[in-house]
């Protein structure tokens, strides 16, 4: 792994990137490597993806205000990943799913660098995997008929929320006492459906990603990263093959026919920069220390009733 304290802000493209973002992508990139491979050894497909790919062929590396590396795999190829990952993926590294940490509620799997921190504001106290993370999507085939893909869509959009709900409870901070209502009564429903259906999270999980295969990705016309957004479906064509890439001091694999992928995502300009945010908002960042460490200050520093009456305060204002 890369020493960490000895980088420094730079310019990428006429752009500064600050000593703290340039460290997160150091690590991000240190990360990736280590998918890939594992990837490469047991020949698994794999491409960049969004902000990723647009990365390597707009600026051969990370978008200069980028936070994050976001990859995709076909179906066959993602699972075939989850079940070699334990063996695989070896600590510090923490290969994460709700099968791997029952808590963490993604569509999707997160590769985590557990002596870092990557925590979201809002589940600073859960007990999951909380360090720096690139993500992983699988790839799957899309239903031929739209009804299908509706009910679909609906199910998984259901199962998702169920599991975000049987988690520990704690009501929103929120000085609206509807909206806390209305998150008890989602609760209360939530925990309903699982008893009826005699389920866990785990089982959720496992009937959420059963949905997604049934629509077999190898002969599908259209496929998509459904399992984070049930929309934007692409043709299957884009990932008959790949072309490697540079990016930063690698290689990466892209889809063969990226272009077509990055119109859908960015539009047909999409070789001209435009300056945003980063991806992800309310995430506490420190690449230096490990997220047991970051937690167990911020449970500290906060409780429910000290932040509901910050907040109080903030609208009285």
Sequence with gaps: MTDLSKIQETTIDGYHVSKTLRQLQ??????????????????????????????????????????????AMPRPDYDLLAEIASTEFK????????????LHVRGHAQLRYSLSTAILEL?????????????????????????????????TKQLLNVMRLNRPFKLPVTWNPLKMWRYWKERQQALRFLKQNNM??????????????????????????LAFWYRRFKDHSIYDGKIMMPFEDIEIPAPIE????????????????????????????????????????????????????????????
């Design 123 to 155: 589940e600073y106290d859960l007990d999951i995997n909380q360090g720096v993370f690139i993500d992983i999507f699988p790839l799957d085939g899309v239903p031929d008929d739209k009804a299908q893909q509706e009910k679909d869509k609906a199910e």
């Design 26 to 71: 150091v690590l991000e990139l240190d990360m990736l490597k280590e998918l890939l491979r594992v990837c490469e050894k047991h020949h698994l497909r794999i491409f960049a993806d969004s902000g990723t790919l647009l990365g390597a062929v707009r600026h051969q590396g990370f978008i200069p205000w980028d936070d994050d590396i976001d990859m």
């Design 91 to 102: 600590q510090p590294f923490f290969y994460q799913t709700t099968m791997t940490d029952p």
């Design 200 to 225: 866990t999270n785990e089982d959720c999980f496992k009937r959420f990603e059963d949905i997604l295969r049934s629509s077999n990705y190898e002969t599908s016309a259209k496929v998509g990263t």
């Design 258 to 317: 990226y272009d077509k992928l990055l119109r859908i995502f960015f539009g047909d300009n999409y070789m001209t920069p435009i300056h945003e945010a980063g991806a992800h908002t309310g995430l506490i960042y420190d690449t230096m220390r490990p997220y047991s460490e970051v937690q167990a200050e911020l449970r500290q520093q906060h409780s429910w009733w000290g932040d509901f009456w910050k907040e109080i305060k903030k609208r009285v204002r």
